[in-house]
């Protein structure tokens, strides 16, 4: 079945630094690709939908260039937390479709801004 | 916009025992998906409803969708360990937008 893989799975940085991660579509192409954000014990809340290229849509209060999405090819979008701050710190995590099948997710990223 | 109602917030049952948790949409569905997620992890697809009446078994979980495809609920039988975790309830309102969650119901299984 489809996955979906997300890197890295956990990942620490210093205040002020930039934090990237990877969210691969590893056997469909998905030409639309979802963030979610989750804070413990919360759902999961949409921070922006990213569009093979074309620029990602963003949900309102999410910051744009706080969260760049970068979606180049039909396999591959990356988000990265530009100057991470420690409440930056949480649970983020992909996911992508190729219809008519169901929306699957990546195993998340936990980042840690110290 | 879309909100969905999830109960139990938390449910602790005791292995053997079938439990249920609900869904419940403020507006019809396109279709209702149910996800499990263990914590600080990704999440599992485990069903996908599209018709109102709609009913879809896996092993031991069932989940169904109403007529008027608002509401959904997922039943467990014979609860086992290996059920614990979180379990949310994804709405899709058209069909390819991306999913509104539930805040989820969090299961402990005790022997």
């Known amino acids: 079945g489809a996955v979906v893989s997300q890197h890295p799975s956990r990942v620490i940085c210093k205040s002020g630094t930039s934090v990237k991660i990877e969210c691969r579509s590893l056997?469909?192409?998905?030409?639309?690709m979802f963030w979610y954000r989750q804070f413990p014990k919360q759902s999961l809340m949409l921070m922006a939908t990213?569009?093979?290229?074309?620029?990602?849509?963003?949900e309102q209060g999410v910051e744009k260039d706080k969260f760049l999405i970068n979606h180049a090819s039909l396999t591959l979008s990356t988000l990265t937390v530009t100057s991470a701050h420690p409440e930056d710190s949480s649970f983020y995590i992909c996911s992508a479709r190729s219809l008519p099948s169901p929306l699957h997710f990546g195993n998340g990223t936990r980042l840690t801004v110290t | 916009s879309q909100e969905l109602e999830q109960s139990p917030q938390s449910l602790i049952v005791q292995e053997g025992k079938n439990l249920t948790i609900n869904c419940t949409s403020s507006?019809?569905?396109?279709?209702l998906y149910w996800y499990k997620q263990k914590y600080g992890e990704g999440l599992i697809f485990l069903m996908m409803?599209?018709?109102?009446?709609e009913e879809k078994s896996h092993e031991k979980i069932t989940a169904k969708l109403d007529e008027k495809k608002q509401q959904s609920s997922l039943h467990i039988t014979a609860s086992q360990p290996s059920h614990a975790g979180i379990y949310l309830c994804g709405a899709d309102p058209t069909g390819n937008t991306p999913l509104v969650f539930g805040k989820g119901t969090r299961l402990s299984v005790i022997a």
């Open positions: 990213s569009n093979e290229g074309s620029k990602a849509t963003y």
């Open positions: 507006k019809t569905l396109y279709g």
């Open positions: 409803l599209q018709k109102g009446g």
């Open positions: 056997d469909f192409q998905a030409t639309t």
